[in-house]
């Protein structure tokens, strides 16, 4: 049985660099921000995924 992880098989032969999650982005908490400013800032295919109330989301780079 193989030991190796699911990550370290996606990962064989990729350079990777590690950070801290706190080096690249900002966690911010408790914005205020409306469904309609919400709809507003979506753009398909954006890479990060913002929640409000736990039901609204929207994809914004």
């Keep these: ?3 190796v992880s ?3 098989k996606l990962l064989d032969g990729v350079e990777v660099e590690w950070k801290a999650l706190g080096d690249v982005l900002v ?3 408790g914005t205020k921000i409306t469904a309609g400013q919400m709809k507003e800032l979506h753009k ?3 890479p990060l995924k913002i929640f409000a ?3 609204t989301i929207a994809f914004v780079d």
Excluded: F
Aim: no cysteine; charged share 25%; net charge positive.
């Design 1 to 3: 049985m193989s030991h």
């Design 6 to 8: 699911y990550m370290e």
């Design 27 to 29: 966690r911010t908490k």
């Design 44 to 46: 398909n295919g954006a």
């Design 53 to 55: 109330g736990g039901k």
